[in-house]
């Protein structure tokens, strides 16, 4: 019997770009406390896999050398292979074009893929069978947490945070062709959607959008265990002297608590603890305009220009 | 199709007044009805029309508990799975309870009477659903969880019960306790909560309810909330300690008529293909409790 009926689990994995590798890769691995997996090169652009320490699949963060910094696409954890056929029928009928991967052929520890384009021009991967090469702790009698540790080290990724001029058109593609759910929404004076959050987890998000340029990407989350530890990470983050974008501080959306900081080739990352449980019948919440301020940053009722302005 | 989580617990006490009082009081709950022998309750973040119901009966006990599946047509497809496990099933039509539509109840292998239900009646957490602030008013009293999280029972033949909730309502197991010889001694189990468990049944009598708990955000708010019980003279069982299970943080502790009720935080995220965990009854202390690395009796043996 099959346990859920969501097709798609969770994020599985974003490709980012950084125009110096080596760079990024010190910061993914000692700051941030990710574990390098695997290496390779692919359309002539090296590439470094990292994942989280409790994740149990190959990868959750790919960077791949490139000129400019940005993200190349963000992939979905699919519960069944046949997800896959039934997501290729689907947007095939809606007139996507879909490409399809086998298994390893994008890369070390990949799964079988299908790729499309978002109407915001995003690259979307819906993936199954990444390789599992376990946490790094026993299947029996495991300890919470392993003790050697580097950096911030959160558990896993959590969400990701794109743009599009066109919030309603992207919600829309999500909702209705990928099966998201609609939980929270800011809306414009006259009614249209200036930022959505969706989700397939039973959590507030799983990917949200905002509007601003086709393709950009605001950041992505890495979730942690609670707000003490969002504040020794911003400890973390200051000590290294990376860029913190935003203090720890809490989302009226999400109710989540945040920090934002700067990769070195200037990707924005989260960290991120909070939110509720979500039905399926869940109904939306819905944020006006006026209170964007409190809706994005709870106490200061503020968001800085930076905030929106500054993409990769 | 399938469980989605935990949706109520119903119990019985025999000083109703009493109950009432500590679970609005001290944990903090909402009580939202209140007929001639029943209280309803909620947590603040709870768009369910109740989560604990309390009935008055001489003696304490649990009448049952009950579950949410995922989609409206799921309840016929689980009557007929768990009729021909060869549990008989019994619907209860709209009207037959309160905060709920139509329902069918059953008893599982272990003796417990479980429900499940999809039609629940919706009357919202008290923030709203329009500019919400993301935090209750600074007054709640008592603990004042967000929502009810999982359940304990007991079974005196656990892998019997744990294959009718895998095989039978299809949920996944993530973590087991084996003994010397194999046996399962107590096994977790999800719905479709990508949380370590929605029920756990571990060895003790059959019919027995070992507690429900209640969510808390983090650590701190299980501080807090052992400053709380401490300073309203409620009986601590365990903690604030850790588990090596699911690696919550946890309190375990006792309401005025002695069923047991957990505050919890943590644990992590389970995909539907997680591989089970397992302890070895050489680790079940730590498995338990991670600091302490001992077998309560009173923990084990106590239940309602």
């Known amino acids: 019997m099959a346990t859920t009926s969501d097709r798609i689990i969770r994020l599985q994995h974003v490709e980012v770009r950084v125009p110096d590798l080596e760079l990024a890769t010190a910061y993914y691995t000692e700051v941030l406390g990710l574990l390098e997996t695997a290496r390779d090169e692919r359309d002539g652009a090296p590439r470094v896999f990292l994942k989280c320490w409790d994740e149990r699949e190959h990868h959750s963060v790919i960077l791949r050398e490139a000129p400019t910094h940005g993200l190349d696409h963000m992939s979905f954890k699919l519960n069944e292979a046949a997800d896959l056929d039934h997501f290729t029928a689907k947007l095939e009928a809606a007139g996507v074009p879909v490409k399809r991967f086998a298994a390893r052929e994008l890369g070390p520890g990949w799964g079988e893929a299908i790729r499309f384009d978002a109407p915001s021009g995003h690259l979307v991967e819906l993936t199954h069978g990444t390789e599992r090469i376990g946490n790094m702790l026993p299947k029996t009698n495991p300890p919470p947490r392993p003790q050697d540790l580097i950096g911030i080290a959160p558990p896993r990724l959590d969400h990701l945070f794109v743009m599009a001029e066109d919030v309603e058109a992207f919600t829309a593609f999500f909702t209705e062709l990928l099966e998201f759910r609609l939980t929270e929404q800011i809306l414009a004076n006259d009614g249209h959607q200036l930022a959505t959050f969706l989700e397939h987890s039973h959590t507030p998000h799983d990917i949200a959008v905002i509007t601003g340029p086709n393709g950009a990407l605001h950041h992505f989350a890495f979730w942690m265990d609670d707000w003490n530890g969002i504040r020794e990470a911003a400890d973390a983050l200051a000590y290294h002297g990376v860029t913190i974008d935003v203090a720890p501080t809490r989302h009226g959306v999400t109710r989540g608590y945040t920090t934002y900081f700067f990769d070195p080739s200037g990707n924005r990352n989260e960290l991120f603890t909070g939110g509720y449980w979500v039905d399926p019948d869940f109904e939306p919440i819905t944020w006006t305009e006026e209170e964007m301020g409190r809706a994005i940053f709870y106490y200061h009722r503020q968001v800085n220009e930076r905030f929106f302005t500054v993409h990769s | 199709m399938g469980i989605l989580r935990l949706a109520h617990v119903d119990v019985r006490t025999p000083d109703l007044d009493l109950s009432a009082a500590y679970y609005t009081e001290v944990m903090g709950l909402q009580q939202v009805a209140r007929t001639d022998d029943c209280v309803y309750l909620k947590c603040w973040d709870e768009e369910d029309h109740h989560s604990l119901r309390m009935r008055y009966n001489p003696r304490t006990g649990m009448d049952s508990f009950t579950f949410r599946v995922e989609e409206e047509d799921d309840l016929h497809e689980f009557e007929k799975k768990v009729e021909a496990y ?190 089970i965990l397992t302890w070895t009854e050489d680790n079940f202390g730590k498995g338990l409790f991670y600091y302490e690395n001992v077998i309560s009796q009173r923990f084990l043996r106590m239940h309602t």
């Not at chain 2, 029972?153 to 973590?175: W, Y």
């Not at chain 2, 909560?193 to 955000?217: C, K, M, Q």
């Not at chain 2, 650590?219 to 009986?235: C, E, M, P, S, Y």
């Open chain 2, 86 to 275: 060869g549990c008989p099933t019994t619907r209860v039509s709209r009207g037959g309870a309160v905060g709920q539509g139509e329902s069918i109840r059953f008893e599982v292998p272990s003796g417990q009477i479980m429900e499940l239900v999809w039609d629940i009646e919706k009357t919202g957490n008290i923030l709203g659903k329009h500019n919400p602030s993301p935090v209750p008013p600074p007054d709640l009293p008592g603990i004042a969880p967000p929502r009810m999280d999982h359940m304990l029972v007991n079974a005196e033949e656990v892998a019997e019960s744990a294959s009718f909730f895998i095989d039978v309502l299809g949920m996944r197991m993530t973590e087991q306790v084996l003994d010397g010889n194999g046996h399962q001694l107590g096994v977790w189990l999800a719905g479709n909560t990508r949380s370590p468990h929605d029920i756990a049944i571990v060895n003790g009598p059959n019919g027995a309810l070992h507690h429900w708990a209640y969510w808390l955000d983090d650590w701190d708010h299980i501080r807090k909330a052992a400053d709380t019980l401490a300073f309203n003279g409620v009986q601590i069982d365990q903690g604030p300690t850790r588990h090596g299970v699911t690696r919550g943080n946890t309190i375990y502790f006792f309401d005025p008529l002695g069923i047991r009720n957990e505050v919890f935080t943590g644990g992590y995220w389970v995909d539907p293909d997680t591989e």
